[in-house]
């Protein structure tokens, strides 16, 4: 889901942001209850894509100490769903913060598509690269588990200006697409079609100045993708490159329009490969140039405009 995957990771960024403003509220004895949001976001990136996302959330607290690092303890439940040009998807997903710095998740999304024209929600990637739309014939699921470590500096060193955070995340994935087997390579949500039935091993890396001003969150993020999808007997995926790590980063900047309303800008960066023939035929019949060192390319800049409405 490489096409939208730079839209998919700043959500990460929210939940870094949530992290740094409940880091700095003071120890107080409060009654404990369950939390209700909706959050509504629009996603825009260029080169052209599109997602709208509604999510309701239930933060339910758990094995709450007095204690700065448990006080917050709570597992979040997240129901979720988007729209794009092309695709329909629906998620769920469970978190659970069992200490003030790391966080341990799960998740899972069903969704499909159409086509309109050369856009491609869910398509079959051919061996002449020729899409094959399917429209709704097959669904796409992905699941995924991991957990993230979060620091925020403001929290050991109390200062308006002194909130320096990162964050890491490193989970696994599958994804999939129904009534295909693990052979047949495919397309979802318009991205290049390079996605086989397989596992994933992602990360992602945030570091970041926190201020309290309108442009209030400086950063930059690092999305890391390894995959590992199955080749027939005797195909040697090094070839067209697919056994290295697929590396995409950027600048982040966040302006916090009011409490609640957040619109986050990101530039987005990639490795290519380089290679010595095929390099606009299908995929699997590219040679990677092995002499050569990775290439870096623009990939995308990323507009994420969202709206988030606390219910008590």
């Known amino acids: 889901m490489k096409k939208i995957a730079a839209i998919t990771a700043a959500f990460m960024l929210i939940t870094v942001c949530a992290f740094t403003e409940e880091a700095v509220e003071p120890s107080a004895p409060e009654p404990k209850k369950v939390e209700y949001s909706t959050k509504l976001s629009l996603a825009i990136a260029f080169h052209p894509a599109a997602m709208i996302n509604v999510t309701e959330s239930f933060k339910v607290p758990v094995m709450q100490f007095d204690n700065p690092l448990t006080k917050d303890n709570n597992i979040t439940f997240k129901l979720g769903a988007g729209l794009s040009p092309v695709t329909l998807d629906a998620s769920f ?96 949500q318009n991205d290049v079609g390079e996605n086989r039935n397989g596992l994933r091993y992602e990360a992602s890396y945030v570091l970041g100045y926190k201020m309290p001003i309108y442009l209030n969150l400086i950063g930059m993020m690092v999305n890391t993708e390894k995959t590992y999808f199955a080749v027939k007997k005797g195909v040697n995926k090094s070839k067209w490159g697919e056994d290295r790590l697929y590396v995409k980063f950027g600048p982040i900047l966040n302006f916090e329009i009011m409490k609640g309303m957040n619109l986050l800008l990101i530039a987005e960066w990639e490795t290519k490969h380089p290679y010595t023939s095929g390099e606009n035929s299908f995929y699997q019949n590219r040679t990677i140039d092995k002499s050569k060192p990775e290439k870096v390319a623009f990939k995308r800049a990323a507009l994420l405009f969202s709206y988030t409405i606390k219910h008590w």
């Open 93 to 188: 997903s469970m978190a659970w913060t069992p200490i003030a710095f790391l966080e341990l998740y799960t998740g899972g999304l069903i969704g499909s598509g159409w086509s309109i024209k050369n856009l491609h929600g869910v398509a079959i990637n051919k061996i002449d690269n020729k899409k094959t739309p399917l429209n709704f014939s097959r669904a796409f699921y992905a699941v995924h588990f991991g957990g993230a470590l979060q620091f925020d500096l403001g929290a050991v060193v109390p200062h308006d200006w002194t909130h320096i955070i990162f964050r890491i995340d490193q989970f696994g994935s599958y994804k999939g697409l129904t009534h295909t087997d693990k052979y047949t390579s495919w397309v979802w």
